[in-house]
């Protein structure tokens, strides 16, 4: 898994903590593909920007990921936080700059299908979890977009761009995303089995 756990079967932590790969192979081929994408698309939209906001985005998962409570980001160190980091430049820069090209339109919707996919399997259990964060792709989405407006607004100070209607399709996806991690609070306290195992898995972090 991410972060304070072991290196995943298929993982490989290229700074030392985030961890961009998982046990199944299957997975981490389709993950890292995925994010393949979305970066060729970011960086179709401007090369520079696109560079900056991916490494804004290891920086951040190293730096402050790593000194935040383990519980809050849930999983959520590694592959699971920065791919949708970069994600949230190509949604600001799809739906809100209104930015269009074949290659934007696959990559956008390509990394809102896979967001869906453990939103989908979270809400189909009941009695289990999914094995992936929810909570972790919503916050790396809506800080990746956060991130996006603000180099745009402060620093190239481009104008132009939809209005608040521009940002309803990535506010919908934020929204079932925390939709479905609340489904998993929920479960996690009305399951004491579940709960038990979940919490034997946590590992102890340093001064905790």
Not at 62 to 86: D, H, K
């Amino acid at each position: 898994m991410h972060g304070p756990f072991e290196t995943a079967k298929y993982g490989f932590k290229p700074f030392g903590y985030g961890d961009f790969g998982y046990d199944d192979k299957f997975e981490t081929i389709a993950s890292t593909s995925l994010f393949a994408l979305i970066f060729y698309g970011s960086y179709t939209i401007d090369p520079v920007d696109s560079l900056i906001h991916l490494g804004s985005g290891f920086a951040l998962n190293e730096l402050f990921l790593r000194n935040t409570p383990y519980q809050f980001w849930s999983y959520g160190q590694g592959s699971s936080w920065v791919f949708n980091f970069q994600a949230g430049y190509l949604w600001y820069n799809y739906f809100v700059k209104k930015r269009r090209s074949t290659t934007l339109t696959v990559a956008t919707y390509a990394s809102i299908i896979g967001d869906m996919i453990p939103v989908i399997d979270e809400f189909r259990r009941d009695d289990s979890v999914s094995g992936v964060s929810n909570l972790a792709h919503a916050q790396g989405a809506s800080m990746g977009m956060t991130f996006a407006w603000l180099m745009d607004r402060f620093w190239r100070k481009r104008k132009g761009g939809g209005g608040w209607k521009s940002w309803l399709i990535p506010t919908g996806v934020y929204s079932t995303m925390i939709a479905a991690h609340l489904y998993r609070i929920y479960k996690l306290q009305t399951v004491p089995l579940l709960r038990l195992s979940l919490e034997m898995q946590i590992p102890k972090l340093p001064g905790s």
